[in-house]
C-alpha cells in the first residue's frame, strides 16, 4: 500500500487541482475497486481546496481521524467487509466525482474537512502532534489490513499539524512549486528541513502551472535545470529524491487556461475535444502517475 502526500511549502501551488485531476489515474493504475479502494483524506482544515472541490462532506473528518485513534477503527470488526465496516461506509465515494464509471464510485473514498470551529483547536496544540501520528498509523494499520490501494493526503501547506502528521507517513512526499523565485526559495528551504527529519522518503518534485514563456525574456528549461540542481544538493541519501517530471526534456505540467476560470477534472470532459493545453496536461498527469506506481 502507497502511502502519498501531496505537499508544496505555501498555498497557490495548484497541489488540489493536480490531485483532483491525477485521482482517476491513479485509481486505474494501482488496481483500486470498490472492495479494494484509494482512501483521500483532505488534511487542509483552514485553507479546505479538495472538500469544496468534491463539495460533499463525510460523516467523519479529518480531525476526528486525527485524535481519536482506536475510537474510530479498532480491531472488534476486522472480520466485516468494507462495505460494512463502520469507519469506511462513513465516508463519501467519489470515483464518480473524479471521472470514474458509476460501477467504481466506491473505488475511491473520501474523508472531508469539514471540521467545527472547536474541533479544530485539536490543530493548535502543539502536544497532538504524536496523537495524530498514533491516530494515522492505525488509519494505515486498517487500510492495510483491509488491502487498500493507498492512503493520499492533501496537506496544508508549510508546517502544520495535519501536515507534519501525514508527511510522517508517508512513503511518497509529492512536491508540488511553481517556478517563481519566492517558490524556489520557500521549497527548497522546507525540503533542507523535510529531508533532516526524515529518512526513507520518496521525493518527487512537481514544477506545476508552468506558463507559456513565448515573449518574455526567460528560458524555462534553464530555470527547471537550476531547480533539479539545487534539489539534487539537498536530498541526500538519506532520502530519495525524483525528478522525472522535469528530467529528459519533460517540462513539469503545464498551465491549463481552463484552471484560471474553475477548477475541473479533465478526466471528466467528455462533451468537446481537449484544447492543446488541457491535453498537455492530462499526459503529464499520466507520467506522474507512472513516477508513484514505480516508487
Do not use: W
Request: hydrophobic share 40%.
Amino acid at each position: 500500500m502507497k502511502n502519498i502526500s501531496f505537499f508544496s511549502y505555501k498555498g497557490g501551488s495548484g497541489r488540489t487541482s493536480l490531485l483532483f485531476n491525477v485521482l482517476p489515474i491513479l485509481a486505474k493504475e494501482l488496481g483500486a475497486t470498490p472492495d479494494e479502494p484509494i482512501i483521500v483524506l483532505d488534511m487542509d482544515i483552514d485553507s479546505k481546496g479538495l472538500s469544496y472541490l468534491i463539495d460533499e462532506k463525510s460523516k467523519v473528518n479529518t480531525i476526528e481521524v486525527l485524535k481519536n485513534g482506536d475510537d474510530l477503527y479498532g480491531d472488534d470488526d476486522e472480520d466485516l467487509p468494507i462495505s460494512q465496516h463502520p469507519f469506511f461506509k462513513k465516508l463519501v465515494p467519489i470515483g464518480e466525482d473524479v471521472g470514474l464509471p458509476a460501477s467504481q464510485d466506491e473505488a475511491i473514498l473520501f474523508v472531508s474537512a469539514h471540521a467545527t470551529s472547536e474541533e479544530s483547536k485539536f490543530l493548535n496544540g502543539k502536544n497532538n502532534f504524536d496523537i495524530a501520528c498514533a491516530s494515522l498509523k492505525n488509519l494505515e494499520k486498517l487500510c492495510g489490513d483491509y488491502n487498500c490501494k493507498a492512503i493520499i493526503m492533501d496537506t496544508p501547506s508549510g508546517g502544520q499539524l495535519a501536515g507534519d502528521a501525514a508527511l510522517s507517513i508517508s512513503n511518497v512526499i509529492i512536491t508540488v512549486m511553481r517556478i517563481t523565485s519566492q517558490f524556489q526559495k520557500g521549497t527548497m528551504e522546507f525540503l533542507t528541513d523535510l529531508n533532516q527529519r526524515f529518512r526513507n522518503k520518496k521525493f518527487i518534485l512537481v514544477p506545476n502551472a508552468i506558463p507559456n514563456a513565448d515573449g518574455l525574456q526567460f528560458n524555462v528549461r534553464a530555470i527547471l535545470d537550476s531547480i533539479g540542481n539545487r534539489a539534487r544538493n539537498i536530498i541526500t541519501d538519506r532520502n530519495e529524491l525524483n525528478l522525472n517530471m522535469i528530467a529528459n526534456g519533460a517540462l513539469g505540467i503545464n498551465e491549463v487556461r481552463l484552471f484560471k476560470f474553475m477548477e475541473t477534472n479533465l478526466s471528466k470532459i467528455k462533451e468537446r475535444e481537449l484544447q492543446e493545453d488541457e491535453q498537455r496536461a492530462l499526459d503529464a498527469y499520466y507520467k506522474l502517475v507512472g513516477e508513484i506506481k514505480n516508487v
